[in-house]
């Protein structure tokens, strides 16, 4: 089945506490990238790829790393979480580019940090 | 900055009774809209990919439009059924650096 995941699907952790959320697509797609949501606020990505070894800043990515090493996957990490970091959080992956092509989301990761 | 508004932010339609709202974006560097459907404890899913302006998608008794030169879509409902309550979502993709920006999106509420 075509699909993104994501994991773990729920987490708690501790300020300061480093944490890396997986995700992963089975479709060949070319890019990836990362959202937050937060009340009243919407979708706002954090990092993308548009391949392999090719990544870009979004709208928010302080205090978020990203990687490509190899096209299904595209981790997120948190080096040093603060609890202004819990939110929920989104994989999506595109055949490439999203001008022709839509989004495919993962099934979100909800993070707390205290 | 680069912004995408949506309204309204909510609607409570009666079910059979068709509704639209709007997703605005701004007109210079247009590349592309997407409009997604985010139910409730779900991921969000694709509706239409719009690229051309006078674009209209259609899918099922959903339809949107497309107006790059002013800077707005449409996304249509046609006799408004409960299982089309969902928050609908916009994103506006600026060509210049492959970000997308979405809309904080418009919660429809289907009444029976």
């Known amino acids: ?114 | 900055i680069l912004n995408v508004e949506q309204s309204p932010q909510s609607l409570h339609v009666q079910e059979g009774d068709s509704t639209n709202f709007t997703c605005s974006f701004p007109s210079s560097n247009f590349y592309a809209l997407h409009w997604y459907r985010w139910e409730t404890a779900k991921s969000p899913e694709a509706l239409f990919v719009m690229t051309l302006n006078g674009d209209e998608k259609k899918k099922g008794r959903i339809s949107a439009t497309l107006n790059t030169k002013e800077g707005y879509s449409y996304l249509y409902i046609k006799g408004s059924q409960p299982e089309d309550s969902a928050t609908y979502l916009c994103a506006f993709w600026v060509n210049r650096d492959d970000k997308i920006i979405f809309g904080k999106g418009t919660r429809l509420h289907i009444l029976p």
């Open chain 1, 1 to 114: 089945e075509a699909q993104v995941t994501q994991n773990p699907r729920y987490l708690i952790t501790v300020t300061g506490k480093k944490l890396t959320v997986t995700c992963s697509q089975n479709m060949n797609h070319e890019y990836m990238s990362w959202y937050r949501q937060d009340p009243g606020l919407g979708l706002r990505q954090i990092y993308y790829s548009m391949n392999v070894e090719v990544t870009d800043k979004g709208d928010v990515p302080e205090g978020y790393k990203v990687s490509r090493k190899e096209k299904r996957n595209f981790p997120l990490i948190l080096e040093s979480p603060s609890p202004n970091q819990t939110s929920l959080y989104f994989c999506a992956s595109s055949l490439q580019g999203p001008d022709y092509n839509e989004q495919f989301f993962g099934p979100g990761t909800r993070l707390t940090v205290l």
